[in-house]
């Protein structure tokens, strides 16, 4: 027998809890993509399972976006609804002769309306014959060799020779080529603006503090803005009073992050997906797959120009030590990796 999938058991335990529930909130509760959630559960279903995958959708939304994309763009015929009226009584019955009809012969020309097209003249092409033969040139003659001329005389040695007025520069006159002076050689050749050969502007920092706000990008070309609110360590009574207990050795720790997409493309994935806690050793903290009623949890998906925050439960051994929260769009994804560090200043 095949063991059973934790993931699998754990999304079956949240859908057994609720016994009915939206994908998206089975997708917060534990903290995992909803299209990961969604391909699941239809898998689940279709293995035998009392379990039925359902879709709910605004209908006159759905035609509205289809109508918009060009493909909802055909005429529905309407046909009519209720009863065809029936005939009643007795049909009428033709008494007498059935006239005779006229007898059929040729329809009669039709006058002509329309002028008739003109004839297009025939060009008559002269036979062609042998070009005219080409006349010959003049026979070659030889070259005359010219007689030899006597050596010169030695130069003398040179006269000084007053300065002649200096030839201006070409470089100065038309300036370099290909810039704006080559064209202008009345203006002397202009000096780069200021700042333009400036070393690049240094990068956002990734690392910071609580409290602090740090920018990175997605996946998709995102630009994020992600702040680290506040970290409640211990959460104890947080997590008691949502219902949920702990373990005896455990400690629950919450995080409240806020994600800001200043760019133009929407980030479609959950803001705390891979928001992990970072214990003295190295060691990455997951996130539980818990929600409380008094925090509630992130949200999948920030538009462009909007804020979403939201809290993340973490529950681990009562004495860990925690040194950083880190957020990264993928756990092998260093370049988009931000950092904050718990360590008071």
Not at 155 to 175: C, E, I, K, L, N
Not at 336 to 341: N, P
Request: glycine residues 8%.
């Amino acid at each position: 027998m095949v063991a059973p999938d934790p993931v699998d058991t754990r999304l079956l335990a949240l859908v057994a809890e609720a016994g009915r529930i939206a994908v998206h909130d089975i997708a917060a509760r534990a903290g995992m993509d909803v299209r990961e959630v969604a391909a699941r559960l239809a898998a689940l279903a279709a293995s035998g399972l009392p379990l039925v995958v359902g879709v709910e959708c605004d209908p006159n939304g759905i035609r509205a976006a289809l109508a918009a994309a060009g493909v909802w763009g055909y005429q529905q015929q309407v046909y009519p609804t209720g009863q065809y009226p029936v005939h009643t009584g007795a049909y009428p019955v033709h008494t007498g002769p059935y006239p005779t009809p006229q007898q059929s012969g040729p329809y009669p020309a039709p006058p002509a309306q329309y002028p008739q097209p003109m004839a297009h003249p025939q060009h008559v092409v002269p036979p062609t014959g042998p070009y005219p033969g080409v006349q010959p040139g003049p026979p070659s003659q030889p070259f005359p060799v010219a007689a030899p001329q006597p050596p010169a005389p030695p130069m003398a040695h040179p006269q000084p020779v007053a300065a002649a007025p200096a030839t201006p520069d070409p470089m100065s006159t038309w300036g370099p080529p290909q810039s704006a002076s080559w064209a202008r050689g009345d203006q002397p050749p202009q000096q780069p603006a200021p700042g333009r050969n400036a070393p690049p502007a240094a990068p956002a920092p990734r690392t910071g503090k609580v409290g602090s706000t740090l920018e990175t990008e997605g996946l998709e070309g995102e630009r994020l803005a992600i702040q680290l609110v506040e970290v409640v360590d211990p959460a104890d009574f947080l997590f008691t009073a949502a219902g949920y207990r702990l373990q005896e050795g455990e400690r629950a720790v919450v995080v409240h992050t806020e994600l800001t997409n200043k760019g133009t493309t929407a980030f479609s994935s959950l803001p705390d997906l891979y928001l992990v806690l970072v214990a003295a050793d190295g060691t990455p903290v997951a996130k539980a797959p818990v929600s409380l009623s008094s925090r509630p949890p992130h949200r999948i998906g920030v538009q462009p120009g909007e804020t979403a925050g939201g809290h993340t439960v973490y529950v681990l051994p009562e004495d860990t030590d925690l040194v950083a929260v880190r957020w990264s769009p993928r756990p092998d994804d260093e370049q988009r990796t931000l950092t904050w560090s718990l360590a008071e200043s």
